[in-house]
Structures are given as C-alpha cells and as structure tokens.
Nanobody
Framework: DVQLQASGGGLVQPGGSLRLSCAAS????????IIWFRQAPGKEREGVAC????????YYTDSVKGRFTISRDNAKDTAYLQMNSLKPEDTAVYYC?????????????????WGQGTLVTVSS
C-alpha cells in the first residue's frame, strides 16, 4: 500500500522558513511524480508544487513561485518542500500525494493517497 507521511511543520513568523519532508513507502517512489498540496481551515485543497519522478521538472502554483522549492531524494524515498518568505496566508495543513491518474503526470489538480499532513502556522 502507498504510504506518504508529511512532517516538519510548525509555528513560524511571517518572513520565516520551514522545510517539510515527505517519507514514502509501499511503492516504487522513483516511478511517480510527487505533489505537495495544502488545505487551510474552511478552504478547498490547493495543489502547491509537483516534482517529476526524477526531480528534473518542477511546477508551482502561482502564489508560491519564487518562495517554495520542491525536491526529492529517490535514494531515500523522500520528498521535500522548502518554504521561504512565509506569509500568514500560507497557514494550512500540508500533505504529500501522488498523481490520481497517470503516475508520471505532474499535476496540481488531481492527486491521491495522501497520509497524515503537517500543520504550518505563519503568525507573529
């Protein structure tokens, strides 16, 4: 079974940084794109970033471009989301997931198999 667990969240002041990790198990991690998405209270899920299976291609939603960086270490079955210049509107629970349809597609709109998320709170 696909298992994905996000970690690394916390409370950070506006302008600060956090690095999230996503530990994967139960499937061939290097054969899938990996997606980070978030969900703020009372809001819909929002795809944030996607990395292709080898990490060579990355995609971001407009609101995080230039601030967030997605990466992966296939040798460790782990993905990362480096978040800089954090804003209060980045406050959400962050999850990692795999594409809902084609395992190699890098989409921010359709994903599945997320596990436990990690809460990021940006506040002074």
């Amino acid at each position: 079974d696909v298992q994905l667990q996000a970690s690394g969240g916390g409370l950070v002041q506006p302008g600060g940084s956090l690095r999230l990790s996503c530990a994967a198990s139960g499937f061939s991690f290097d054969g899938y794109s990996i997606i980070w998405f978030r969900q703020a209270p009372g809001k819909e899920r929002e795809g944030v970033a996607c990395a292709s299976s080898n990490g060579g291609n990355t995609y971001y939603t407009d609101s995080v471009k230039g601030r967030f960086t997605i990466s992966r270490d296939n040798a460790k079955d782990t993905a990362y989301l480096q978040m800089n210049s954090l804003k209060p509107e980045d406050t959400a629970v962050y999850y990692c997931a795999i594409p809902k349809f084609s395992r190699l597609s890098c989409t921010l709109r359709a994903f599945r198999s997320w596990g436990q998320g990690t809460l990021v709170t940006v506040s002074s």
